[in-house]
């Protein structure tokens, strides 16, 4: 086994895709240092820039005098914490919802409730540009998986109405995490009407940005229905860690039943509960913050002239940088790097073959000036390297 394990990362260094970790020594923030250097960084998810906010800090610091740091046991036996139960309070009353349950993790969330909704003889149909995490929970609930062309909804409806599942589950990111673009929510949730098919909707990028008050894709949308189980990380624009899955209160008590990494995981520790509540209070309150976004968006829009790279259509925090090919996007960059700036470059199989891009991630705490400094080393970038790659 070790040296089939060594040939694979052989493999993986010669085909440019062997992934480093790099290490960070500040907080998460948009000037960071990273390996002992400074640098402007358009990597985090952290798009309201509440990952180093004081208030949070000081929360933090007074809730775990009040209740610890670890929780103890899991949320079945003694761990379920009145600060755990607030925020959830919270988080359902936030996005409209009657009910939300609190996972440690995106990941967990997808897997525990997908696993809990679906099993053997369902069905579940996923958008094919899904974030992983949706791909695994459908694998392990065992429900037959259907993939369908990135927001193709007439593929989507072929494909429902040739099911003979008993339950049928709708799978999309509503603002997919390496395209910044949306999915249809609207017709499909019409075609969960017309299908009885249920939509399960992961708004990881769309929550604290999109929306009234941050509320996320659906309020953008303007979509409510007893159909649709919505999930988000609290990880990305709450910046801290965590997730939730909101829906019908039957959906809630189900999942608390039945979604196995609620059940047998121990919950994240209560001070990190009274902390998010904060920060869903610093989301609410954050229009200004979503100004600011949104003028960071256009900034960047206005500031990039290129003739071959293309920024992909999004009007979310998330801006791809189409470039192609994998050397490409990995020398461009690298020469962002080299002029202290910080993107990541994105390859197969994160995203499709001869698609890779840089994915600048944008945040409320971005100053015009950042915005304008990464435009135009982009610009800069393409006219040096762009004939070289060819
Ligand atoms: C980041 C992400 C997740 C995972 O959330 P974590 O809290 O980081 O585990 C799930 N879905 C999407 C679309 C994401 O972008």
């Not at 694979?8 to 002992?36: F, T, V």
Request: glycine share 6%; with cysteine.
């Amino acid at each position: 086994m070790l040296a089939d394990l060594q040939k694979a990362l052989d493999q993986r260094q010669a085909d440019g895709l062997l992934r480093q970790r790099r290490l960070l020594d500040s907080p998460q923030a948009e000037h960071i240092e990273m390996n002992s250097q400074q640098f402007l960084s358009f990597c985090s998810n952290d798009y309201l820039g509440l990952a180093n906010h004081p208030t949070l800090i000081a929360t933090m610091q007074e809730a775990t005098g009040k209740a610890g740091v670890g929780s103890g046991a899991s949320n079945l036996i003694t761990g379920h914490h009145r600060y755990h139960d607030d925020l959830e309070k919270q988080l359902a009353q936030f996005v409209n919802m009657p009910a939300a349950l609190l996972f440690s993790t995106g990941y967990m969330a997808n897997i525990g409730a997908l696993g809990a909704l679906a099993g053997r003889g369902d069905a579940i149909f996923a958008d094919k540009l899904n974030h992983a995490c949706l791909n695994d929970g459908s694998y392990y609930s065992l429900a037959d998986f259907h993939r369908f062309p990135h927001n193709d909804t007439e593929a989507l409806e072929k494909l429902l109405k040739a099911s003979k599942a008993r339950r049928k589950l709708i799978a999309a990111d509503a603002v997919f995490s390496m395209d910044g673009d949306l999915a249809p929510l609207k017709a499909y949730l019409a075609l969960c009407e017309q299908y009885d098919a249920y939509l399960y909707v992961d708004d990881a990028h769309g929550f604290g940005v999109l929306g009234e008050h941050g509320q996320g894709s659906l309020n953008h949308l303007q979509l409510k229905s007893p159909r649709i189980i919505m999930m988000a990380t609290l990880s990305k624009a709450a910046g801290i860690a965590g997730a939730f899955i909101a829906g019908e209160q039957v959906v809630v008590d189900y999942l608390i039943q039945a979604a196995k990494s609620y059940i047998y995981s121990t919950p994240a520790p209560p001070a990190l509960s009274a902390t998010l509540s904060a920060s869903v209070t610093l989301i609410e309150q954050g229009d200004a913050l979503r100004k600011r976004l949104q003028h960071s968006i256009a900034t960047l829009k206005k500031h990039l002239d290129l003739n071959t790279w293309q920024l992909m259509p999004s009007e979310t925090s998330v801006q791809p940088l189409l470039v192609g090919s994998n050397q490409a996007v990995l020398q461009l960059s690298e020469y962002l790097q080299a002029k202290g700036i910080l993107v990541p470059a994105i390859r197969p199989p994160t995203v499709p073959k001869n698609t890779a891009r840089l994915r600048i991630s944008l945040s409320a705490a971005h100053s015009e000036a950042d915005v304008i400094k990464l435009a135009q080393a982009i610009n800069e970038a393409e006219r040096e390297l762009a004939c070289r790659v060819m």
